[in-house]
């Protein structure tokens, strides 16, 4: 009996029960009852490109039966002698029964030798297999991560605006919102995720444990699909018997240039490939090219993340299937990042610091888009634009100040509350790729 995701190793003994003949040639076939449901969903006209992928790639990379060949793979039986071989039997769900078929043969020669064809004898072996259910991804999501959640503060705010000049108010407000965000911080604590100041969202995996008794699941999180798995960092959680549990990661966006994003979709059966494919569902170009868009950010994601349970009691372990995760497109524009990177930030205005006292209002910066000034005082708002696709762009930047949580007719009242310096939009000179430009504003 095994559990989904469970691989176990069991062993089969072969005899040559002949006198005088050896067997020099030896092949094992494995068939499964898996197979026939394969086969009839890839004779399927209606599969999308990214489903039949999906069926290629459970029936190519993960065989029930795999035969643990030894190093040098010239397995000989002797006349009269008897030769163990290892088989390994992964536990997948539709797996009820398999047969082992094992081709053997005496050619005198060595293969690299055989120029004709040759006849063999078969043996067979029925194999039950009895699976059970053990942890189920049942739903994901991909959510925007607002910014007390998504960024570290990088200072203490406390320790960044004392000073001569500060004043119990002010104290207070930055007091208040380091608890805030202390509190809506623990995910990041958790998850510890290197470069806290990259832009994130939260990827939310929702588990079921379907088995009997308590497992653990190991989540192993890459912070960059570039890194190795020493990078990675692994996060254990309980799941009790037949209970769901719902874990927050906080995930890095990616992005994925134009001709990466929306390549075609591959096919990992060589029979399958065929130099035109006409699409039953006829879908059209845009749909294409979000499903493209979809495959290729959703492979990235399972580049960064995979999954194990283990049950503590027995010592027996597995792997948790992720490659159910169904995502939309509204998440993967939540998750993706622009191609054009925009970041501000604000800071005192020398200029205008009057010469009796030369020292500049302080800025104290809460979070990385977050930062707390005195009124009636001179400011430059420094907006950093960074081309990050691979061809350049002519942008046109405008900034529209608002107040924040205020309806739209409020927010935009800004005459006696807010005075620039210039104008707030103008065209920009064109980024190269990989180029960055910095606008100031006063």
């Not at 793979?73 to 088989?87: R, V």
């Not at 055989?114 to 009895?130: A, D, H, I, M, Q």
């Amino acid at each position: 009996m095994l559990l989904e995701g469970e691989s176990k190793k069991c062993s089969i003994t072969l005899h040559n029960s002949s006198s005088t003949t050896p067997v020099d040639f030896l092949l094992l076939s494995f068939v499964d009852s898996t197979r026939a449901q394969l086969q009839e969903a890839l004779a399927s006209k209606e599969l999308s490109a990214s489903e039949l992928y999906e069926l290629e790639l459970n029936s190519a990379r993960k065989p029930p039966f795999q035969w643990l060949r030894a190093e040098n793979g010239d397995e000989q039986i002797k006349p009269g002698a008897n030769l163990s071989l290892e088989i390994q039997i992964l536990g997948k769900t539709g797996l009820t029964d398999g047969v082992i078929h094992v081709d053997y043969g005496f050619i005198g020669v060595p293969r690299t030798e055989v120029k004709e064809g040759f006849y063999t004898c078969r043996t067979s072996l029925p194999v039950t297999v009895t699976v059970c259910s053990s942890i189920d991804l049942v739903d994901s999501q991909i959510l925007p991560l607002i910014e007390a959640f998504g960024q570290e503060m990088q200072s203490s705010p406390l320790a960044a605006h004392e000073g001569p000049d500060d004043d119990d108010g002010d104290k207070q407000v930055i007091s208040k919102q380091m608890q805030i965000e202390s509190h809506l911080d623990t995910p990041m604590t958790r998850f510890k995720i290197a470069d806290s100041s990259s832009p994130r969202c939260l990827l939310i995996l929702d588990f079921r444990n379907s088995w009997s008794s308590t497992l653990t699941l190991t989540l192993r999180i890459l912070p960059s699909s570039s890194l190795t798995d020493q990078k990675a960092f692994d996060f254990d959680h309980i799941i009790h018997p037949y209970t769901s549990t719902r874990i927050p990661i906080p995930l890095p966006r990616m992005y994925l240039p134009s001709s990466a994003a929306h390549a075609p979709i591959p096919s990992l059966n060589k029979a399958t490939k065929r130099q035109f494919v006409v699409s039953a569902t006829k879908s059209s170009p845009e749909a294409e090219r979000i499903a493209r868009e979809t495959f290729w950010y959703r492979e990235e994601i399972f580049k960064r993340i995979s999954a194990l349970w283990k049950e503590e009691s027995t010592g027996r372990s597995g792997t948790v299937e992720l490659r159910t995760m169904s995502l939309t497109s509204p998440m993967i524009q939540t998750y993706k990042l622009d191609d054009i990177a925009i970041s501000m930030s604000v800071e005192p205005n020398s200029s205008s610091t009057p010469k009796k006292n030369p020292t500049p209002q302080k800025v104290t910066q809460l979070t990385n888009h977050k930062f707390l000034v005195k009124t009636s005082t001179f400011l430059t708002l420094l907006t950093t634009l960074h081309n990050r696709s691979p061809s350049p762009i002519r942008p046109l930047l405008r900034l529209q100040p608002t107040l924040a949580h205020q309806p739209s007719n409020i927010a935009l009242d800004l005459s006696k509350k807010l005075l620039v310096n210039g104008v707030l939009q103008r065209p920009l000179p064109t980024l190269k790729a990989g180029e960055t430009i910095e606008v100031k504003t006063g």
